[in-house]
């Protein structure tokens, strides 16, 4: 079987793949619950090569993302589900109902005005999407905070259920105010550090954190990406930390902190001068 760039070939090859007797043993053993995490893994690949600036790579992980939407597609079709068609048909619906200013005759000129279109929509969906799972008998969630997965980063959650919060009221409105929280959970912090209960500790530590995601927030900043781009950061100055010991003819283990800290303070200070 050749490859090709057309969509089709990717979906026979799929096919081969989940065939029994002849396709793959690993593919065959698979189901939605044993992909799903590969499905996340491949999210941040992408994610990863766009933080990097590398495009090549970025091709090439998209492919694998694609593979994993085709992959749960195939094995909906075993079980008489639904089919790839099915889920190209299904967001294409959805992106020309969600663009009535685009394809429709609502006007939406600005991005507020866009975003204002978007809610509503969604609404009239998530309305619709509850009446057809109450119709089967299935649970249906019920609250502001409702539809926000579980399977989601925690950082990533928090933002979503504070977005949704915030949407009924329950809200600061000055980022300042949020501030005074991350200091007060600090306090909190210090304080069962002190008397050495370090459950209480550790969860005072998940107070600041869903705090500092709400700071995010309030500054437009993705809690996610601020903090992957914070992770890189580090890499790269402890790499210079790394680079600068080996020029001395030594391993971080064999340096002092005091060494390592006037290191990492020159890495910082040669970034900000290349800035």
């Given at each position: 079987?050749?490859?090709?760039?057309?969509?089709?070939?990717?979906?026979?090859?799929?096919?081969?793949?989940?065939?029994?007797?002849?396709?793959?043993?690993?593919?065959?053993?698979?189901?939605?619950?044993?992909?799903?995490?590969?499905?996340?893994?491949?999210?941040?690949?992408?994610?990863?090569?766009?933080?990097?600036?590398?495009?090549?790579?970025?091709?090439?992980?998209?492919?694998?993302?694609?593979?994993?939407?085709?992959?749960?597609?195939?094995?909906?079709?075993?079980?008489?589900?639904?089919?790839?068609?099915?889920?190209?048909?299904?967001?294409?619906?959805?992106?020309?109902?969600?663009?009535?200013?685009?394809f429709g005759d609502l006007t939406g000129k600005t991005v507020d005005e866009v975003n204002g279109l978007w809610d509503q929509i969604k609404a009239k969906e998530k309305a619709a999407k509850k009446a057809r799972m109450a119709a089967r008998g299935m649970p249906v969630e019920s609250g502001a905070l409702a539809g926000v997965p579980l399977g989601m980063t925690a950082l990533t959650r928090a933002l979503k259920l504070q977005d949704k919060a915030g949407k009924v009221g329950f809200d600061w409105n000055d980022p300042k105010a949020v501030l005074a929280k991350i200091r007060e959970e600090c306090d909190e912090i210090e304080a069962e550090i002190a008397s050495g209960d370090r459950d209480k500790a550790s969860a005072e530590v998940g107070d600041l954190l869903f705090a500092m995601v709400n700071l995010a927030r309030h500054l437009g900043t993705d809690p996610e990406a601020a903090l992957r781009g914070c992770n890189q950061k580090f890499v790269r100055r402890f790499a210079s930390i790394e680079r600068a010991l080996e020029a001395q003819g030594k391993r971080p283990q064999d340096a002092t902190l005091a060494e390592m800290d006037a290191l990492w303070d020159a890495a910082k200070a040669a970034e900000k001068q290349g800035a």
């Open positions: 079987m050749k490859p090709s760039k057309d969509i089709a070939r990717l979906i026979e090859i799929m096919a081969a793949l989940r065939t029994p007797g002849t396709g793959c043993p690993w593919d065959l053993e698979q189901n939605f619950a044993t992909i799903a995490p590969y499905t996340l893994e491949e999210a941040y690949e992408v994610a990863d090569a766009i933080a990097r600036g590398d495009l090549d790579d970025l091709c090439d992980e998209l492919g694998d993302l694609l593979l994993q939407v085709v992959f749960h597609a195939r094995m909906a079709q075993e079980q008489g589900a639904f089919e790839f068609g099915d889920v190209v048909q299904a967001i294409t619906e959805k992106l020309i109902r969600r663009h009535p200013h685009v």
